[in-house]
């Protein structure tokens, strides 16, 4: 049986991941700053390693056939993890992104760093000889619970927020895995792009609305300026990140969201909507 490390595994989409492969039974190994505070369930073998150490990669790599990756260093060490990370492992599991998607919300926030950081690890990726699949997730479900689940837990009925017309599709993160264990445990995924999407192209005010229907409140969304919401979200994110939504979402507005059916197709289940995906987070939105 193949011995799979997950690199990234505390995160999202890695502990959804994680908890796939071990629910198939697969050997899984994970690699973490520090072991004793990753918070992984005892099957995992959770083994030291930094990816801006990559002397440190080596024994976590070691007997391992394939690589879920997330990256979650500088740019600056892309080059020699990668190159150690390449060298002992067959096949490789990329988490990236939908730049390549021609849609206004994907191309609205270009260029950025994220996108030039993705563009490279793909680029020593598909020149290392290695069986490589690219997973190019939309926007996020959980997003939601990062942006708005303190305030509606507060009491708030009201979300204030940008371009509450901008319509996306909220993938789960469940959904995210399971595309990614097919594609670390099955043959014929070799050299895939697979954009991800959720299910339905949704407004951000629609989205409100869906969670507050699952936790039982009226919410709604209070439409801000993007200078406003410029103000208010640097206080959360990056300065580059905050630009690269908002103008993501304000090339949005009177479009449909970019909707695929890769989800089912690959793993044979219809992608999760973003309802599911609210009542699977409900008590995090819940005072």
Not at 56 to 61: F, S, V
Not at 136 to 141: H, I
Not at 161 to 171: F, L, N
């Amino acid at each position: 049986m193949n011995r799979i490390l997950v690199i990234g595994a505390t995160g999202n989409a890695g502990r959804q991941v994680l908890s796939q492969l071990l629910a198939a039974g697969v050997r899984v190994r994970a690699l973490a700053r520090n072991p004793h505070t990753a918070g992984l369930p005892p099957p995992v073998d959770v083994v030291r390693g930094d990816l801006t150490l990559p002397e440190t990669l080596d024994e976590c790599l070691d007997g391992i056939d394939a690589v879920f990756l997330v990256w979650t260093a500088p740019p600056a060490t892309v080059a020699p993890a990668l190159e150690r990370i390449l060298r002992h492992t067959r096949r490789i599991v990329f988490l990236s992104s939908p730049y390549k998607t021609a849609h206004p919300f994907f191309q609205g926030g270009q260029p950025n760093p994220i996108t030039a950081l993705h563009t490279e690890i793909e680029r020593l990726i598909e020149t290392s000889g290695r069986q490589w699949t690219f997973l190019r997730p939309g926007m996020f479900a959980a997003n939601a619970r990062f942006w708005w689940a303190q305030r509606i837990r507060a009491g708030s009925d009201v979300v204030r927020w940008p371009h509450a017309a901008a319509r996306t599709a909220p993938i789960h993160e469940r959904d995210i895995a399971a595309v990614a264990v097919r594609a670390l445990c099955e043959s014929g995924h070799a050299g895939a792009e697979y954009v991800l999407t959720g299910p339905q192209s949704l407004s951000q005010s629609e989205q409100i609305s869906t969670l507050g229907s699952v936790i039982g409140r009226s919410l709604r969304m209070e439409e801000i300026s993007p200078d406003e919401a410029r103000r208010e979200l640097l206080t959360l994110m990056p300065a580059f990140v905050v630009n690269m939504l908002l103008d993501a979402w304000a090339a949005a507005i009177g479009q449909p969201a970019f909707v695929t059916s890769t989800v089912a197709e690959v793993t044979g289940a219809p992608a999760r909507t973003f309802r599911d995906w609210a009542a699977d987070r409900a008590a995090e939105f819940r005072a």
